[in-house]
């Protein structure tokens, strides 16, 4: 297997580790890609970016009311 961030994976492809990245496993080597989108052209100043581990994505939320989120961004 192949050991990535103290956890070890088994050969083959690897759907979603924890750290929300697919991955694929052969004797030689681990290659990962992300499994989302980073937020832009949000308001910095008011907002701010939480990744959420469940969704594998990001929140934008209010910085003075994390409970509200914030609108009209983008990912890349």
Not at 19 to 41: A, D, K, Q
Request: proline fraction near 4%; include cysteine; hydrophobic fraction near 30%.
């Amino acid at each position: 297997g192949c050991m990535m961030n103290g956890k070890l994976y088994p050969f083959g492809d690897i759907e979603k580790t924890e750290f929300c990245y697919r991955c694929h496993c052969n004797r030689t080597w681990i290659r990962c890609c992300s499994l989302f989108l980073r937020p832009v052209g949000y308001d910095e100043k008011e907002c701010k970016a939480i990744f959420n581990k469940t969704s594998c994505g990001y929140d934008v939320v209010q910085k003075d009311h994390p409970s509200k989120v914030c609108s009209a961004f983008g990912h890349v």
